[in-house]
């Protein structure tokens, strides 16, 4: 993996860890945000284009707004059914199930700009802090991995997928 796509990789994985510990179980709602309305799932866009680019995003009349590289929105109620994203000037047919979490990740540039729509796990225990790591490379697996350690965190990410990680602290994946 080139160092280009393992900064990439960590960028994202630093702003989604961060993104993602304000949602979680919904039983505790003075802590976390509540489970997805009925009829509706959370969606969140990330712009993994390229340094230095910003990008806008809209689903269902739900403005995402203008997102730096590399950008994280936050969740966002979105009805369930056949909707369109759009960034720039591309417009993709989305289905969104009610009762989940959605990452959209917005790839490429120019005229390879092109969208991912993953769906999210999420942490439903709320002593431990929920790590989401994406492949959004053309490497055939991506690893989250502690040097200091010689562990992986998350091994083996496929391309185009994620996986959660639920650890007792942030800190302790650092140490």
Not at 19 to 26: E, H, M
Not at 82 to 106: C, D, H, M, S, W
């Amino acid at each position: 993996m080139n160092l280009h796509l393992l900064a990439k990789a960590f960028a994202l994985v630093i702003g989604l860890a961060h993104a993602f510990g304000t949602v979680a179980a919904a039983q505790d709602a003075e802590l976390y945000d509540p489970a997805p309305p009925p009829n509706a799932a959370f969606v969140r866009v990330v712009n993994a284009t390229a340094a230095d680019s910003s990008i806008s995003a809209q689903l269902a009349g739900i403005d995402f707004g203008e997102l730096p590289y590399p950008g994280v929105s936050a969740y966002q109620v979105v009805q369930e059914g056949e909707r369109v994203f759009q960034t720039g000037e591309k417009n993709e047919p989305l289905t969104i199930k009610a009762g989940n979490y959605y990452t959209i990740a917005v790839l490429g540039q120019g005229d390879e700009q092109h969208i991912l729509p993953i769906q999210d796990s999420v942490s439903t225990n709320p002593a431990k802090c929920g790590v989401l790591f994406y492949n959004l490379s053309d490497q055939p697996a991506a690893s989250l991995r502690v040097p200091s350690r010689n562990v992986d965190v998350i091994a083996a990410v496929n391309p185009g997928k994620g996986e959660l990680r639920e650890v007792n602290a942030w800190i302790s994946i650092w140490r």
